[in-house]
């Protein structure tokens, strides 16, 4: 009841006889002490004041000067969602309008001559109750339960609507957001800290919303924002607005440091719901991979971009379905420099794509991830490994690197599971398979996940960490894992030989082997042995 907000319980009372009024009004006045009552004669004067304002409860009389019976009830069909409406007759009702009333959602039918009144009060008080608790319901239907936006369902029935009302196409837009954060909190922190980061953020930005403008949470870290009658530039303004007020910290975590990635949609003439939700999302990825900016509107760029993904994502899953019989891998050289001789290769995954030939894993692999493929490629390339390792007359004398995904390591157990069935057949030497942990996998390394790298060791696999200065690395995953090797990645030596040189040096001091990756050339390789570094990896070979 309005009641709660300071506002009083309002009644509009339909009913041309001025004898029935009065004495239905007294009886009202029994049930709500405090409640405001109007009068209205006709359904004409009643529409009057529904137009002009709410009202919590409806009597309705069925017979009124401008309408009668089945007329009056279809006349405030409209209304039954929000309000409770009760009919009040002075007339016995049939069976065909009984139902036609209950089908349109009135909460109750009554009869003048025949209600007491304590019936009065009980009918009215539970027509009320019942009518509040069925818009909790929906709202709660259309809430989501942990910060209080619209949920998915809500958020998308909500923008059909936006398009569906717009009469200008490219003006309605979505601001796609996630929090790139996120689960470093949660893995630091924890998941409640994680939770009040998210209550916190979405605050911030429902504070900042113009005008229409609705939030809601499409699930985990992923939100959006609609925008009707907007365009680009006051999309691109609300997201950069937006983007500066969330890096403020919740008041009970003021060290936390809150980051988003931003996609923009814009409404297209053949753009319907799940478009424009598709088209934000890979505008807010794109700019969750360059790290320069936050923000990304999605453009004629993407969407061939887009094309183009689709057509991958069915010829990969095309190529699974066959036992990826367009896979091959090719075994680059790890060279160690003091002795100029290969001592290792990198099992490398190519994909022989359709349109542009021989492609390395790094082109593909959002793809295999997205397709959830990306953990089953990383046993087919661990089973391909241990073929070569367990070949009679030993072809392979060297060590065989095998990079998992991140996918992978986020559970080592199916990876853990196929280790075990290679030391049951007892073929190959387990120290000549080196399993390749990603950086960015390792600012935090869950407890199960530790007892599952403490299992690989304990069988005398070696462990390398991938990509480091190519991701957020951190010096403290070595208390957590033993690793015996370190891998470069290529970001690291585009910064310079200087740079490279004193990452070595500290690494080596960790007593960890150390290879610099993406050395194609004799020349190169020169200037990183002058400068202290053992061992390279990639096209380049000594003669």
């Given at each position: 009841?309005?009641?709660?907000?300071?506002?009083r319980f309002s009644v509009l009372?339909?009913?041309?006889?001025?004898?029935?009024?009065?004495?239905?009004?007294?009886?009202?006045?029994?049930?709500?002490?405090?409640?405001?009552?109007?009068?209205?004669?006709?359904?004409?004067?009643?529409?009057s004041h529904m137009e002009s304002r709410d009202f919590d409860l409806i009597l309705l009389d069925l017979n009124v000067p401008d309408s009668q019976g089945l007329a009056t009830i279809e006349a405030f069909a409209g209304v039954t969602e929000d309000t409770a409406v009760v009919v009040l007759t002075g007339n016995?009702?049939?069976?065909?309008?009984?139902?036609?009333?209950?089908?349109?959602?009135?909460?109750?039918?009554?009869?003048?001559?025949?209600?007491?009144?304590?019936?009065?009060?009980?009918?009215?008080?539970?027509?009320v109750k019942r009518k509040e608790l069925e818009r909790e319901a929906r709202r709660l239907a259309r809430i989501d339960p942990l910060t209080g936006v619209l949920n998915r369902r809500a958020l998308i029935s909500?923008?059909?609507?936006?398009?569906?009302?717009?009469?200008?196409?490219?003006?309605?837009?979505?601001?796609?957001?996630?929090?790139?954060?996120?689960?470093?909190i949660n893995d630091k922190l924890g998941h409640s800290h994680g939770d009040e980061v998210l209550r916190h953020l979405t605050r911030l930005v429902a504070s900042e919303l113009p005008g229409e403008a609705v939030l809601g949470r499409l699930g985990g870290?992923?939100?959006?924002?609609?925008?009707?009658?907007?365009?680009?530039?006051?999309?691109?303004?609300?997201?950069?607005?937006?983007?500066?007020?969330?890096?403020?910290?919740?008041?009970?975590?003021?060290?936390?440091?809150?980051?988003?990635?931003?996609?923009?949609?814009?409404?297209q003439p053949d753009s319907d719901a799940y478009s424009m939700l598709s088209e934000a999302d890979s505008a807010m990825y794109e700019a969750k991979k360059d790290r320069s900016r936050s923000i990304v509107v999605f453009d004629e760029l993407l969407r061939s971009q887009g094309a183009d993904r689709d057509h991958d994502d069915r010829e990969l899953r095309a190529?699974?379905?066959?036992?990826?019989?367009?896979?091959?891998?090719?075994?680059?050289?790890?060279?160690?420099?003091?002795?100029?001789?290969?001592?290792?290769?990198?099992?490398?995954?190519?994909?022989?794509?359709?349109?542009?030939?021989?492609?390395p894993r790094a082109v593909f692999d959002e793809s295999l991830q997205r397709l959830g493929h990306g953990a089953e490629v990383d046993l087919w390339l661990l089973r391909t490994a241990h073929e070569l390792l367990s070949q009679e007359g030993d072809p392979w004398p060297e060590t065989i690197h095998v990079s998992l995904s991140q996918a992978s390591t986020r559970s080592l157990a199916p990876v853990l599971a196929l280790l075990r069935e290679f030391a049951e057949a007892g073929d190959w030497s387990p120290e000549r398979l080196v399993l390749g942990i990603n950086s960015g996998c390792t600012t935090f390394i869950p407890p199960e996940v530790q007892d599952q790298v403490r299992e690989i060791r304990a069988?005398?696999?070696?462990?390398?960490?991938?990509?480091?200065?190519?991701?957020?690395?951190?010096?403290?995953?070595?208390?957590?894992?033993q690793f015996s090797w370190v891998k470069l990645g290529e970001d690291l030596l585009a910064a310079g030989l200087e740079v490279v040189t004193v990452v070595h040096e500290a690494l080596e001091k960790l007593r960890v082997g150390v290879i610099v990756t993406g050395v194609n050339d004799a020349g190169l390789a020169a200037e990183l042995r002058a400068g202290g570094v053992r061992f390279v990896q990639g096209d380049w070979r000594p003669a």
């Amino acid at each position: 009841m309005r009641e709660s907000d300071g506002e009083r319980f309002s009644v509009l009372h339909v009913e041309d006889n001025a004898i029935d009024a009065l004495a239905t009004q007294q009886r009202l006045k029994q049930v709500f002490p405090d409640a405001e009552v109007h009068q209205a004669e006709t359904v004409a004067a009643a529409q009057s004041h529904m137009e002009s304002r709410d009202f919590d409860l409806i009597l309705l009389d069925l017979n009124v000067p401008d309408s009668q019976g089945l007329a009056t009830i279809e006349a405030f069909a409209g209304v039954t969602e929000d309000t409770a409406v009760v009919v009040l007759t002075g007339n016995g009702i049939g069976r065909r309008v009984r139902l036609q009333i209950i089908e349109m959602g009135y909460q109750d039918f009554l009869v003048k001559s025949e209600v007491s009144a304590d019936s009065f009060r009980t009918a009215l008080g539970y027509a009320v109750k019942r009518k509040e608790l069925e818009r909790e319901a929906r709202r709660l239907a259309r809430i989501d339960p942990l910060t209080g936006v619209l949920n998915r369902r809500a958020l998308i029935s909500t923008l059909k609507r936006f398009l569906d009302g717009q009469k200008a196409p490219g003006r309605v837009g979505v601001l796609f957001f996630d929090v790139d954060s996120l689960k470093e909190i949660n893995d630091k922190l924890g998941h409640s800290h994680g939770d009040e980061v998210l209550r916190h953020l979405t605050r911030l930005v429902a504070s900042e919303l113009p005008g229409e403008a609705v939030l809601g949470r499409l699930g985990g870290d992923e939100f959006a924002v609609l925008v009707p009658d907007s365009g680009p530039r006051q999309l691109l303004a609300l997201a950069r607005s937006l983007d500066g007020g969330v890096a403020d910290p919740p008041p009970s975590a003021p060290s936390t440091t809150v980051r988003c990635s931003w996609g923009i949609a814009i409404q297209q003439p053949d753009s319907d719901a799940y478009s424009m939700l598709s088209e934000a999302d890979s505008a807010m990825y794109e700019a969750k991979k360059d790290r320069s900016r936050s923000i990304v509107v999605f453009d004629e760029l993407l969407r061939s971009q887009g094309a183009d993904r689709d057509h991958d994502d069915r010829e990969l899953r095309a190529a699974n379905a066959r036992g990826y019989d367009t896979f091959s891998i090719r075994l680059e050289a790890i060279v160690d420099l003091t002795s100029e001789r290969v001592v290792g290769h990198e099992a490398r995954l190519f994909w022989d794509h359709p349109r542009e030939g021989l492609v390395p894993r790094a082109v593909f692999d959002e793809s295999l991830q997205r397709l959830g493929h990306g953990a089953e490629v990383d046993l087919w390339l661990l089973r391909t490994a241990h073929e070569l390792l367990s070949q009679e007359g030993d072809p392979w004398p060297e060590t065989i690197h095998v990079s998992l995904s991140q996918a992978s390591t986020r559970s080592l157990a199916p990876v853990l599971a196929l280790l075990r069935e290679f030391a049951e057949a007892g073929d190959w030497s387990p120290e000549r398979l080196v399993l390749g942990i990603n950086s960015g996998c390792t600012t935090f390394i869950p407890p199960e996940v530790q007892d599952q790298v403490r299992e690989i060791r304990a069988m005398g696999i070696p462990l390398a960490l991938i990509g480091f200065g190519s991701q957020p690395s951190t010096f403290l995953c070595f208390s957590l894992v033993q690793f015996s090797w370190v891998k470069l990645g290529e970001d690291l030596l585009a910064a310079g030989l200087e740079v490279v040189t004193v990452v070595h040096e500290a690494l080596e001091k960790l007593r960890v082997g150390v290879i610099v990756t993406g050395v194609n050339d004799a020349g190169l390789a020169a200037e990183l042995r002058a400068g202290g570094v053992r061992f390279v990896q990639g096209d380049w070979r000594p003669a």
